[in-house]
């Protein structure tokens, strides 16, 4: 009786044909791996801000400020003294109508590499009262779709939190 030494063109090819298959199933789920990190240092940038605006708030509630309104710095002084610069604020909260690159590093504790390295930060989009942060990179079609950011939109009133919005389309 003679013993059978390797696999048949049949076996080899049956199993070529089932790594193919799998290999077409498999690859879409791990092909966008850099669009999921993204939308998920989004939600990072989201966590930040709120985390950060609470803590502004509760200095602002401490100064007896929580209630005022601050939209126009040259007239309302409501700020509070953050990593030895001021922070204006509205309701208590950060003020998006006078947020800078600057003012922002005080408040939230995130790296934006100078704003300009990895990030985007554009002042009154998508419009008056907020501010937007964008990875770098972002198609201009995405970001003019107000797509694939972080957008922080002032407090409305003094029982309001201010609004963070992820939009992870686009990213």
Do not use: H
């Not at 100064?63 to 030895?84: H, L, M, R």
């Not at 790296?111 to 198609?139: H, K, R």
């Amino acid at each position: 009786m003679q013993q059978q030494r390797g696999f048949t063109l049949i076996e080899l090819i049956i199993v070529i044909v089932i790594l193919g298959i799998l290999a077409v199933t498999a690859a879409p789920k791990f092909i966008d791996i850099q669009g999921d990190a993204t939308a998920s240092t989004l939600k990072g940038v989201k966590a930040a801000l709120q985390g950060g605006s609470q803590l502004v708030y509760a200095k602002s509630a401490i100064a007896g400020e929580q209630k005022n309104v601050g939209t126009d710095p040259s007239v309302d002084k409501n700020k509070v003294t953050i990593s030895g610069g001021d922070v204006n604020t509205n309701y208590g909260y950060p003020s998006a109508v006078t947020m800078d690159a600057t003012m922002l590093q005080r408040w939230v504790d995130l790296n934006l590499t100078a704003v300009t390295g990895d990030w985007t930060f554009t002042e009154d989009s998508p419009a008056s009262g907020s501010f937007t942060i964008t990875p770098l990179g972002t198609a201009a079609s995405t970001v003019a779709a107000n797509q694939c950011q972080v957008t922080y939109t002032d407090a409305a009133s003094q029982n309001a939190s201010p609004t963070i919005l992820v939009q992870t389309g686009g990213c």
